[in-house]
């Protein structure tokens, strides 16, 4: 049975730092694409950085760009989401996804965590 498991959220003032990290018991683990997703109370899922298998592609969405960074240790099976000035809209509960290519859409993603709750205050 796939697991991902998510881990490093928590409270943080606006202006901090977060690093997420993802835990997954994928089997071919670098078979996979992993991105990160995060929803927001009263808002649908939005696509937040993807990274190839190899990890030498990258991407992420508008409202991240330069202050979120996303890596993975093939060899751990362990995905990261390095989150650097944080804003009070970033807050939401991040999800961890593995998927067969980069993609921004979830329905994409085959496997999912269960997500770490982010709270950014003003």
């Known amino acids: 049975q796939v697991q991902l498991v998510e881990s490093g959220g928590g409270l943080v003032q606006a202006g901090g730092s977060l690093r997420l990290a993802c835990a997954t018991s994928i089997g071919s683990f670098i078979s996979y694409a992993m991105g990160w997703f995060r929803q927001a109370p009263g808002k649908e899922r939005e696509f937040v950085a993807t990274i190839s298998r190899g990890g030498g592609a990258t991407l992420y969405s508008d409202s991240v760009k330069g202050r979120f960074i996303i890596s993975r240790e093939n060899a751990k099976n362990m995905v990261y989401l390095q989150m650097n000035s944080l804003k009070p809209d970033d807050t939401a509960v991040y999800y961890c996804?593995?998927?067969?290519?980069?993609?921004?859409?979830?329905?994409?993603?085959?496997?999912w965590g269960q997500g770490t709750q982010v709270t950014v205050s003003s």
């Open positions: 996804a593995a998927g067969s290519e980069m993609a921004t859409t979830a329905i994409k993603y085959r496997f």
